[in-house]
Nanobody, 112 residues
């Protein structure tokens, strides 16, 4: 009963920036429960960024200092601002919350 639509991916050079968006609709829930994940073909899906119970951002060590998760409650949208992108950031990025199905994600490709 929750619809999540990711957008904002694209092809960028190393060192570039992108801002991903995750628009939620359907059943209401706290955006603090949302997290960003990424997956490379042949590898597991990894948690990249999410919010603590208190609403503070928590990041995977691989992206800390470069990525910023934020939210706009009025728009029911969660963002992932990515800067200083590296080729190893290349993946399909997903947002998700407990109780929701995985969406299609948005492709991020970083060239060296």
């Amino acid at each position: 009963q929750i619809q999540l639509v990711e957008s904002g991916g694209g092809l960028v050079q190393a060192g570039g920036s992108l801002r991903l968006s995750c628009a939620a609709s359907g059943r209401t829930f706290s955006l603090n429960a949302m997290g960003w994940y990424r997956q490379v073909p042949g590898k597991q899906r990894d948690l990249v960024a999410h919010f603590s119970v208190g609403g503070s951002p928590i990041y995977a060590s691989s992206v800390k200092g470069r990525f910023t998760i934020s939210r706009d409650n009025a728009k029911r949208t969660v963002y992932l601002q990515m800067t200083g992108l590296k080729p190893e950031d290349t993946a399909v990025y997903y947002c998700n919350v407990a109780g929701a199905a995985w969406g299609q994600g948005t492709q991020v490709t970083v060239s060296s």
